[in-house]
């Protein structure tokens, strides 16, 4: 089944939007979409109609009988003549249209830059990829197992989590760098507070544990506001996938995540505290009362 896909740059954009431009009366041989037969009948019935996945549907907020203009692809506008399901597949985030109506679209009348084939049982997937890039044809051609294309799309998602992590560490190295240095700023313009702690009584550990927790806190409050910033940027759907060409995931955050975020920053504030906290606490009496801020 040959197929006109349309897409937004996979380097440039983090939410991808993709369309198959299908043919409306075999697509169903190769896929398993859970998709109404109203839907189906309006689908084949009107040339500008288009099934939409229900992970995209939901993502934007589309009804089944909704005109879209999809600005990020030229404008490209259709009517949505039903919304379906798949396994949990990548499907879920697709559009199908017409193959026919999107060649038009996109003013490239009779042009398809994919091909489905369903195989006999038994066939060799390989050997008959093999035979069908051999072929005298006027394009180069590109033939492997659906498995391998979706494989190396969730190698590039990894390379995405990877990096993600890494910048993560960074981040936690600058909240201790940035924790460390405006504590130790703090301490020095408090010696003389400290030292007067000190002589009504205050110990050693005191003073510690006080540093410590002025770090921690101070932490905490970031930590909740940025999580709410954040919050806020998911449920604006400002942010709201991350995509490779090939998979596509949802981003959600639940009570679970920013408990184990938070904690992670406050641990990284109550690191970089122990530093200036431990100077504080080892200050002498009479030096720290001397001290001129």
């Excluded at 709410?228 to 981003?251: E, M, R, Y």
């Excluded at 992670?264 to 001290?291: D, F, K, N, Y």
């Amino acid at each position: 089944m040959p197929v006109k896909l349309l897409m937004t740059s996979c380097q440039s954009a983090s939410d991808i939007i993709a369309m198959h431009g299908v043919d409306k009366k075999t697509f169903e041989r190769f896929r398993e979409y859970d998709v109404s037969p109203q839907a189906l009948k309006a689908f084949r019935g009107n040339k500008s109609g288009a099934l939409v996945g229900n992970m995209i549907a939901r993502r934007n907020g589309w009804k089944v009988g909704e005109n879209v203009v999809l600005k990020e692809l030229d404008g490209i506008s259709f009517n949505i003549s039903g919304i379906f399901t798949t396994d949990g597949s990548a499907d879920d985030f697709l559009i199908l249209a017409g193959r026919r109506f999107l060649q038009e679209a996109a003013k490239e009348q009779g042009i398809s830059n994919r091909v489905l084939i369903r195989l006999k049982p038994g066939s060799d997937a390989d050997a008959v990829a093999r035979q069908i890039d051999a072929l005298p044809m006027a394009v180069k051609t590109t033939t492997q197992r659906e498995e391998t294309f979706m494989s190396a799309s969730i190698d590039q998602l990894r390379d995405m989590v990877t990096i993600s992590r890494i910048v993560i560490v960074v981040i936690i190295a600058v909240i201790l760098i940035a924790m460390g240095n405006a504590i130790s700023m703090t301490t020095l313009e408090r010696t003389r507070e400290f030292g007067i702690l000190r002589t009504l009584g205050f110990r050693r550990g005191a003073i510690l544990g006080m540093v410590i927790s002025e770090g921690t806190i101070q932490s905490l409050v970031g930590a909740v506001i940025g999580c709410a910033i954040v919050q806020g940027i998911i449920s604006a759907n400002l942010i709201k996938t991350v995509s490779t060409c090939g998979v596509t995931i949802t981003l959600t955050a639940g009570p679970g995540v920013w408990m184990i975020g938070t904690g992670i920053i406050c641990l990284g504030g109550l690191l970089g505290s122990l530093t200036p906290a431990w100077r504080a606490s080892r200050l002498e009496i009479v030096t720290a009362i001397a001290h001129e801020e």
